[in-house]
């Protein structure tokens, strides 16, 4: 039976592994430390805060529902409710444009823009846009000389979805291939009920059922070749051999790793990238705040809250709210301890705006100054690194993970990217 190491355990890694066991590979999973990674769950007095957003998107067209349909997982879907979400806009709240009726009722685009903005979404849907290698999103809307309101429109929507201060910079081939997909879903924006942990222990189900091997608290330190594949060697100097290997790491920890010269040639590049971050504040409060919305978006300092607990009673105790603020980071910026003071002090606000008294039922808070959402951030001069080496073993050496090539984004990447390299060494 054909054996393959899976090193590092986040979402693409138990991803590609249960594929791979599936299939009838021997699989072993190598983590260093707890299964799920970045996405992960923290308990605190009751209350279940997840390491960052963890909405799908385009839920019914995405990667995920195929893996969850191949892999028979047990998950429950709860839909983000659009008529509940809102944009700030000149003080004051308008319907969010997330979808047809949004964009009729709100006040951020005028009603002949709003045409233009919904010719936009005709173009993208039918190809007939698809952008420029090298233009940027914004200097294609320059070039365009694309009204300004449905200019700000579309950079705000790429904002919010790509979780950047600089959506302009977004490559515009990369912003109307994942557009395309989102105009024509049915569900634009999902959580797992439960949040992450529930796919976390059924991709780990799965892994186990199929025979697999998950070693826990094991660092693999360096990766040789072998004549029958590659020797893998942990801190401990415990070894194995397979025949294929799946780095499951963000280029940056894996240029950590003693591996063949080729790899390290191969990887190098993308581990100078910039990733993708935000500071996230997760508020949990007693007893539960009634809104009419359940996500506001302030565009003006490019953050966003939203009511959790509204999808998820699961996340609180009984009466209990869970916010999440997330607010985009400059990357120039995050050890400025000033600009995250800022941060923190336009979230408080916007909480105060929209969820008065919510300092006098707060029970707990916690604060991520530093949160990576995407380990590569798209952005011209920046690209996802490849499933397989160009000149290298492609058939014994691959890539998964948010900071791969794919279809979507964020998460999305990490499962298309697992689900790809399965599907090539079926």
């Known amino acids: 039976m054909e054996s393959i190491a899976v090193v590092g355990g986040g979402l693409a890694g138990l991803s590609v592994a249960a594929l791979l066991a599936k299939q009838g590979k021997q699989v ?14 923290q308990r605190i007095k009751g209350y279940t805060f997840n390491y960052g957003a963890h909405a799908i ?7 995920l529902k195929t893996i969850i349909k191949n892999l028979k997982l047990e998950i429950t879907w ?66 365009e000389k694309t009204e300004e309101d449905v200019s700000r429109l579309m950079l705000d929507l790429a904002s919010s979805n790509f979780f950047t201060t600089e ?31 529930v796919l976390i222990d059924e991709l780990e189900r799965v892994i186990q059922e199929q025979g697999g091997t998950i070693h826990r608290k094991t660092k693999i330190t360096a990766i040789e070749e072998h004549e029958q594949g590659y020797q893998l060697r942990d801190r401990k100097k415990t070894e194995w051999i397979v025949n294929r290997v799946v780095l499951a790491l963000p280029p940056r920890d894996m240029r950590k790793l003693a591996l063949p010269t080729s790899v390290q040639s191969f990887i190098e590049p993308f581990a100078q990238y910039e990733p ?49 603020v997330v ?58 690194l490849p499933n397989f080496m160009q000149d290298g073993p492609k058939e014994t050496m691959a890539f998964v993970g948010d900071w791969c090539e794919g279809e979507g984004q964020l998460s999305e990447l990490s499962f298309s990217s697992a689900l790809n390299v399965a599907a090539t060494w079926k």
């Open 167 to 197: 959506p302009e910079n977004i490559p515009s081939v990369v912003y109307f291939d994942y557009y395309r997909k989102l105009f024509r879903t049915r569900k634009p924006v999902s959580y797992i009920a439960g949040g992450w942990q």
């Open 57 to 63: 998107y385009g839920r019914d067209q995405s990667v």
């Open 276 to 324: 993708v971050e935000v500071l996230v504040y997760d508020v949990g409060i007693s007893p539960y705040l009634k809104t009419p919305f359940s996500y506001v978006y302030d565009r003006t300092h490019q953050l966003f809250v939203t009511d959790l607990s509204h999808y998820d009673s699961s996340i609180a105790p009984k009466d209990g709210q869970v916010l999440q």
């Open 327 to 384: 607010a985009y980071l400059a990357h120039p910026e995050v050890g400025n301890p000033d600009y995250l003071a800022e941060k923190v002090r336009h979230i408080h606000r916007l909480l105060d705006q929209h969820y008065p008294s919510w300092q006098e039922r707060l029970v707990v808070e916690r604060t991520m100054k530093r949160a990576i959402v995407q380990e590569i951030k798209w952005k011209m001069g920046q690209s996802g």
């Open 78 to 143: 709860l839909d983000f409710s659009s008529a509940k979400a809102k944009y700030e806009f000149s003080g004051h709240l308008t319907a969010a444009p997330a979808n047809a009726i949004g964009l009729l009722k709100t006040e951020v685009i005028g009603g002949t823009d709003k045409l233009r903005f919904t010719w936009e979404v005709v173009k993208t849907v039918l190809r007939l846009e698809t952008g420029e290698p090298e233009l940027s999103i914004g200097q294609w809307l320059i070039r």
């Open 28 to 41: 072993q999973l190598y983590d260093a430390a707890m299964l799920g990674g970045r996405a992960t769950s």
